[in-house]
């Protein structure tokens, strides 16, 4: 099976601006979670999303925000961009096993 | 926020020897999961184990489990130079659909 796929793998916006990133699941995986990793906070929940329903949601502001389609592909998308949202956002595919499968990330960057 | 500590932050050992961190968490779980982080690339599953489990074992990796002392250990033995990562624990409560990571043990092994 395909990994998960995340799009695309770096990015750079300017302040204000609004970004969106995809992520495709493991074939046949309906649960999809993301993930923001910094040097300051470390890697922190951003929501989790099964069959296209938010079941849960971290504790970031409204400017990020997600959905989930039928094929169960995901997206998120942060607007108003600060600087503070420079990060690798990761996607991942919950297993059968309760392990989860990473992408490898998209490395965002506000200027 | 995150759910636990790890010990140490960083860890330099030869190749051979054997690494060992340590993790401790706050709340009650249902498994707790070890992950490596190859320079800032996405994560990589390296072991489940669950709450009612005290030791598993996958190929060199040795995690032990303390609910009683809410802490989970890694050992790698016989390190090589391709374990140079770093190394998170995430624990999965009894609710949420989410991992809760620790801070990560950054571990460079010397040729």
């Known amino acids: 099976k395909a990994g998960v796929t995340q799009t695309p793998r770096y990015l750079i916006k300017t302040r204000?601006?609004?970004?969106?990133?995809?992520?495709s699941p493991i074939?046949?995986?309906?649960?999809?979670?993301?993930?923001?990793?910094?040097?300051?906070q470390g890697l922190q929940f951003l929501f989790e999303y099964f069959s296209e329903t938010q079941r849960n949601k971290?504790?970031?502001?409204?400017?990020?925000?997600?959905?989930?389609?039928?094929?169960?592909?995901?997206?998120?998308?942060?607007?108003?961009l600060e600087l503070g949202d420079s990060a690798l956002y990761l996607c991942a595919s919950r297993t059968a096993n309760y392990g989860y499968t990473f992408g490898s990330g998209t490395r965002l960057t506000v200027v | 926020s995150q759910q636990g500590e790890e010990?140490?932050?960083?860890?330099?050992?030869?190749?051979?020897?054997?690494?060992?961190?340590?993790?401790?968490?706050?709340?009650?779980?249902?498994?707790?999961?070890?992950?490596?982080?190859?320079?800032?690339?996405?994560?990589?599953?390296?072991?489940?184990?669950?709450?009612?489990e005290r030791e598993k074992h996958s190929g060199r990796?040795?995690?032990?489990?303390d609910?009683?002392?809410?802490?989970?250990?890694?050992?790698?033995?016989?390190?090589?130079?391709?374990d140079t990562a770093s190394y998170f624990c995430a624990t999965d409560a009894a609710a949420g659909n989410k991992l809760t990571f620790g801070g990560g043990t950054r571990v460079l092994v010397k040729p």
């Open chain 1, 58 to 80: 971290g504790n970031f502001p409204g400017r990020f925000s997600g959905r989930q389609f039928s094929n169960s592909r995901s997206e998120m998308n942060v607007s108003t």
């Open chain 2, 67 to 82: 609910t009683s002392k809410k802490s989970s250990s890694l050992l790698i033995t016989a390190s090589r130079a391709a």
């Open chain 2, 7 to 52: 010990d140490p932050q960083a860890l330099s050992i030869q190749e051979g020897e054997n690494a060992t961190m340590n993790c401790s968490y706050k709340t009650s779980i249902n498994n707790l999961q070890w992950y490596r982080q190859n320079s800032g690339r996405g994560l990589v599953h390296l072991i489940l184990i669950r709450s009612n």
């Open chain 1, 16 to 23: 204000g601006q609004q970004v969106t990133l995809s992520c």
């Open chain 2, 61 to 65: 990796l040795r995690v032990t489990l």
């Open chain 1, 27 to 40: 074939s046949g995986h309906r649960s999809v979670s993301w993930y923001q990793q910094t040097p300051g």
